[in-house]
């Protein structure tokens, strides 16, 4: 059982229609059929949407995005249109909100990893692959790959799981000319975002990646190379054979799961509210991440 602790009543603005409420985003479109997506301050761990909030996590997620795409723009176009707020929109709404072109989603989660840990290093220690590529023996966690991968996930509802699927099945899934282009696209931007963030301190262990059709071209939506989306690792700190440090939720999975939280992953019950010091914590986290990629002050 998961989903969320407490569903929100999404906001009524006029002339927007509502059409989904994801972990993070509300998803809207306007009269003009474009999409308007919010990024909420909601936090999502172990498949659950938490009762605490992270104040400006939907504002760092949003800027952060519009960072990368920026970096990105000559490797792959993106679904941004404008960040301009709707008319009659909350004010509050600022800074977190795009209006984004209608895509044709495709249904994979494309995931690059260039280092072992979560769930592909679970299944490394059984049988020595993730998403069912070979790799060396020897490797721990936090171990560096050879050469970053590509290990797409099928995309699940709010409350499921992603669940890792082989190259092979997301041919089949999508036809193999799509499934190439993704993962050709995921590792490149995987590797100039890795690049990038390498220059500033940071390894980009993990990331993953949305893409949908405008007509024949493959866009880059949703959000791109923030702390929810990706893992990212304080290079001076990192060492493998251990967890590592980490600019993201991180600290709020560890909270859960520690003794203090008082609740069990495995029962029925949905998970406590976060205690203000793991929230400022976490908000300080997601900031630092911001300020060290961008190079500006939040």
Partial sequence: MSGFVEKPEPIEVPGLVHLHTGKVRELYQNEAGDLVMVASDRMSAYDWVLPSEIPDKGRVLTQ???????????LVPNHVLSTELPPGAPADWAGRTLICKSLRMVPV????RGY???SGLVEYEQSRTVCGLALPEGLVDGSELPAPIFTPATKAEVGEHDENVS??????????ETAAQLRQTTLAVYGRAR???????????????????????LVIADEVL?????????????QPGRAQPSYDKQYVRDWLTSPASGWDRKGEQPPPALPPQVVEATR????????????TAW
Avoid: H
């Fill in 64 to 74: 952060l995005s519009l960072w990368w795409f920026d970096q990105l723009a000559d």
């Fill in 195 to 217: 690049d990038i963030a390498r220059e500033r301190g940071i390894l980009l262990a993990d990331t993953k990646f949305e893409f949908g059709f405008a007509d024949e071209e």
């Fill in 116 to 118: 072992l840990t979560g």
């Fill in 226 to 238: 923030t702390p929810d989306s990706s893992r990212f690792w304080p290079a001076d700190t990192w």
């Fill in 109 to 112: 989660e494309c995931v690059a």
């Fill in 284 to 295: 300080a986290k997601y900031i630092e991440a911001y300020e060290k990629l961008t190079g």
């Fill in 167 to 176: 190259y092979e099945e997301v041919a089949r899934q999508v036809g193999a």
